[in-house]
């Protein structure tokens, strides 16, 4: 199955996160179901010491499901094995119109690059990716052939990932 896959890449504090969940919020008012998949570049836990799935991680589960009637989460320990490349994180995804993808820097879906003035790194990415098709920027970009929103035009960066998805209404 040829999934939609869309992402927002930059360096760490350019607003990535903020971006991504103001893009989920007007989609799913557009009424697509997305997706996401977010890299992490630390250790995380969504569980935690002397809870009941944390216990059965401990004791050596591979993998341990937790179920209610509002959600479920899977955890996968990966112990010994490599960090799953994202095409494989993205066909455990269920059916969704688009999966916008967080992170990953070096992947080649389509992106576009999130760049912040206070970013910690202001060193343009576009240059050397040519999987970067747009730019979102808290200050005018110039230098570029490339597409430049502003930040809050969400509406427009919205519409902008639709076309270059092919997100159409049948």
Known sequence: MTRRIFGI???KNSGKTTLAERLVAELTKR???IATVKH?????DIDHEGTDSFRHRAAGATEVA????VRWAL??????EAEPALEAVIARLSPCDLVLVEGYKRESHLKIEVRRRNAKNTTPL??????IVAIAADHAVEGTDLPAF???DIGAIADFIERTTGLVRD
């Open 66 to 69: 937790i179920v209610s009637g």
């Open 75 to 80: 955890m996968h320990e990966l112990r010994d």
């Open 126 to 131: 576009a240059p050397v990716d040519p999987n």
């Open 40 to 44: 992490a570049h630390h250790a995380f």
């Open 31 to 33: 009424g697509w179901k």
């Open 9 to 11: 890449t930059g360096w």
């Open 150 to 152: 502003s930040l809050d």
